[in-house]
């Protein structure tokens, strides 16, 4: 939806009042003032129409909204785009995937800001999109980084001009219903693009797309540029890094930005984050881990040198046996209790179950030996026992912190 469409509206209805409904809310006052407006907290039932257009955040889903006719119900990620001009969005870069988007997203961002181009990071990691479209669309941003979601995809019509694509798992089915419905929610990232736009993709991503813009397959990134102790030498960061790299090939912007930016990165917390060295084991957070191809990846990392792993979670109903076969066999496997221990035992019948982090870390003390890699590494949701992987994660930082 346009701004000129708010604008024309007999009223505004914003629902979802977290960080994306207090943008939509302050982006309206400054937008279209005259144009009365109310504040829903949360959904949990269908909406009535009342001549509203409703700005709906990316958490609460469509269904709700199934009364409203289709063109009055819209998101702030919706109206950040279909209000640009072709120039802006030339200048906008989309990332999505399911895993590694918040990294990458980081990683081009303090790179194009290292190369003096003033980059912000905006979207599912950042500031809202429309918090920053007035500073975008009066020239005071060269570039957006928007990382993307699924839910804030389903729904699009305007693509970025240019997009990065990472890779695709099963993930969030609870929300799409079907790995199809998904895979077509991400689709939107690049689906809409035209033939001057640009979609970069890294070369080991196997899968067709439907696209006019111009496809670049990438390299990986020389994992050498990053210091030798940092997990961002694991192959899929510098895959995903990869396509950076090519971007700024693509802008003729030096690649000695792409090196400095690798020498002082520092990744977010609870993903693959080193945090502690205790009873002399290096111990890492990957809580943000929530399915076991991604659990895959953080295994190979760490080889032979991975002591133990910490899984358990929500029940999604995903095939663990890939995982079970890429684990080492020397490997201490710890189940936290959770809705995943049944299922997770068929495939880790070795693995020992524990109640709490305390235990996990006392019984991983006993079992591992020095100088080995500890990962919390859950391979699914946290919702059934956390409030997120946040959660989660400092948790287990806390009990190590206090082993």
Known sequence: MKLSNLLAAKKISISGY???????????????????RKIIESVTS?????????????????????????EMVTSGTEIFFDSLSESQRSHVIGISGTKG??????????????????????GNFGVPLLEIFDSFTTGDIDYVVAELSSYQLENLQT???????????????DRHGSFSEYEKAKSNLWVHQKSSDKLFLPDVLKKSFNTVAEMFHTKSLN???????????????????????????ELHISNEFIEQTAKQFSGLPHRLQKFSTVKNRTWWDDSICT???????TVK??????????????????????????????????????????????????????????EAVSQILENTVEETNIVLCPAAPSYDTFKNFKEKGKLFQHAVAHA
Request: neutral net charge; hydrophobic residues 40%; proline residues 7%.
């Open 291 to 297: 399915n076991p191809e991604a659990a895959i990846a």
């Open 18 to 36: 977290g960080v994306e409904g207090k943008a939509a809310e302050k982006f309206c006052k400054k937008n279209c003032p005259t144009v009365p």
């Open 159 to 173: 693509s970025p001009g240019i997009a990065i694509f990472l890779n695709i798992f099963s993930d969030h089915l």
């Open 46 to 70: 269908s909406m009535k129409d009342d001549g509203s257009v409703w700005i709906v955040s990316p958490g609460i889903p469509r269904k709700y909204f199934s009364n409203i006719p289709v």
């Open 223 to 249: 994992p050498d540029i990053f210091p030798e102790d940092s997990s961002f030498r694991a192959d899929h960061w510098c895959q995903n890094f990869g396509t950076i790299q090519a971007l700024f090939q």
């Open 301 to 358: 990392f760490f080889e032979t040198k991975l002591g133990a792993l910490i899984l358990g979670g929500q029940d999604r109903g995903m095939d663990y046996s890939s995982l079970s076969k890429a684990i080492p066999a020397n490997t201490f496997i710890v189940i936290l209790e959770s809705e995943l221990t049944a299922r997770l035992k068929k495939d880790f019948p070795k693995a020992i179950v524990v109640p709490t982090f305390d």
């Open 101 to 122: 988007k918040s990294t990458t997203t980081k990683f081009c961002t303090e790179a194009l800001n290292i190369a003096e181009k003033k980059a912000v990071a905006a």
